[in-house]
């Protein structure tokens, strides 16, 4: 059986071009984003941090991880980068602006 997943990387899209795409992610405590999958390079800052549980899809096995505020990430997608499903364990909000990069260089 074949699983589809989310292309949706955020909560809220916020602005989309032929070259960019920008989302907004935005957690309260206990809540999650589902199992979503990356086919654009992207990168995030951290506009408020906290630690999130990221699930992977077979629920197997979950990480936690603290980021901070201004912290910034850059992943490449390939072929396609499974992200697993996030959860806000922190006991404050938890946001990210995400940019997706739709033309390569």
Sequence with gaps: MT?????DVGTKLL??????RVWDLR?????SLPAHVHRL????????GGALRHVHPDAARSEDVRYVD???VFLK????LLHERLVNVGDAP???LIVELKERA
């Excluded at 699983?3 to 292309?7: L, V, Y």
């Excluded at 957690?27 to 809540?31: H, K, S, T, V, Y």
Aim: net charge negative; with cysteine; hydrophobic share 35%.
């Design 94 to 96: 938890y946001r990210n």
């Design 77 to 80: 997608a390939g072929d396609g």
């Design 15 to 20: 602005f989309e071009n032929e070259r960019v």
């Design 70 to 72: 201004d912290q910034v």
């Design 3 to 7: 699983r589809h997943f989310s292309e």
């Design 27 to 31: 957690l309260a405590p206990g809540e």
């Design 41 to 48: 390079d992207f990168c995030f800052i951290v506009v408020q």
